[in-house]
């Protein structure tokens, strides 16, 4: 297939391909004049808008002013839009995000949306996905399958259109707006190198969820390794799951603890194929943390800074796929 629109100056092998990401107090202006910023996300209702295709507003409310995330590349950038999908690539590497209008039918938008995500991946030379981030209203909203969570998976199960192989399955997130902003917004990480999906010894496999969640299974890994030693480990969105069960319902400390003692496990079974990898949770592992509850948020944010200091971290109001877990958490780590 001849795939003329995604073409590098230099394709880089995997081992030449970097990906830093950090958190920064910076202008967004400033920011965006790097020449190797791949991506760079604001945080929250009010946050500026601008004509780049390289910056992501998400719609979740920050406990406080929050920095920018910063992805950034060792080569040149390119960028632009087509087909409504903004990208950008260097290094190997491909970012790319899609919005849609969240009409109400989470099925149908989640199925135009990964409709278009394969068709994009199927014209392109970045066609390994390692990493997608899903931000959709009311995720939780609706009874039995009728709940929209249930139904973005079926949408989504339909929009990719054919049966994934363990192996192709991205590290992934799926949050929900606290207050409805009409928005279904969706953006990923590509590569032309696959990476390696990793699972958690304490979980069940996402897709290997019994029927009682929903028809659909999710479609995710619990983390992904890249091909390259000079990126990242990739975490999903990550919550106080053993098992395919939800643990200490409704009890924020407890939740938070098992969240923790889940990364750790993932970083501890990557570097079982990558001893590089700083054993624990540290200064180079940004993490994304999403609190069911507003006023729960300050609380959250003194826990980690008792349990992590001077672990790097976002803390917003958003919704956990499932309405008894009150906290979730991604990020990356090296």
């Not at 619990?222 to 091909?227: I, S, T, V």
Request: overall charge neutral; hydrophobic content about 40%; charged content about 20%.
């Amino acid at each position: 297939m001849i795939r003329p629109m995604f073409a590098p100056a230099s394709t880089p092998t995997a081992a030449l391909s970097a990906l830093c990401i950090d958190y920064r107090d910076a202008p967004l202006a400033d920011v965006l004049q790097d020449p190797q910023l791949l991506a760079a996300f604001s945080f929250g209702h009010e946050a500026a808008r601008v004509d780049d295709t390289r910056h992501v507003q998400v719609t979740l409310t920050p406990l406080t002013a929050a920095p920018l995330e910063v992805w950034r590349v060792n080569d040149h950038v390119q960028h632009g839009q087509r087909d409504g999908i903004a990208f950008s690539h260097g290094s190997g590497l491909q970012f790319c995000a899609l919005e849609l209008a969240d009409t109400g039918d989470i099925e149908t938008v989640a199925a135009e949306a990964y409709a278009r995500f394969e068709a994009w991946l199927s014209e392109s030379l970045y066609a390994r996905p390692l990493r997608i981030w899903n931000y959709l209203d009311a995720i939780t909203e609706g009874e039995g399958d009728a709940e929209r969570y249930r139904r973005f998976c079926v949408g989504r199960a339909r929009g990719i259109g054919r049966a994934q192989h363990p192996h192709e399955l991205p590290a992934a997130t799926a949050i929900g707006h606290a207050q409805r902003s009409g928005r279904f917004q969706l953006y990923w990480l590509a590569a032309t190198t696959p990476g390696t999906p990793l699972e958690n010894p304490r979980q069940v496999q996402a897709w290997r969820y019994p029927r009682q969640y929903g028809p659909q299974a999710p479609g995710f890994a619990r983390a992904l390794l890249p091909a390259s030693s000079n990126m990242p480990l990739l975490l999903s969105g990550t919550a106080a799951v053993v098992g395919h069960a939800s643990q200490h319902d409704h009890q924020l400390e407890a939740q938070l603890d098992e969240v923790l003692t889940n990364l750790q496990t993932l970083i501890s079974s990557a570097r079982t194929q990558r001893p590089a990898l700083s054993p624990a949770l540290g200064q180079r592992t940004p993490l994304k943390v999403y609190v069911r509850d507003a006023a729960a948020m300050p609380q959250v944010d003194a826990l980690l800074a008792q349990r992590l200091p001077g672990v790097p971290r976002i803390v917003l109001h958003g919704h956990v796929c499932r309405r008894e877990l009150l906290v979730e958490i991604d990020g990356c780590h090296v």
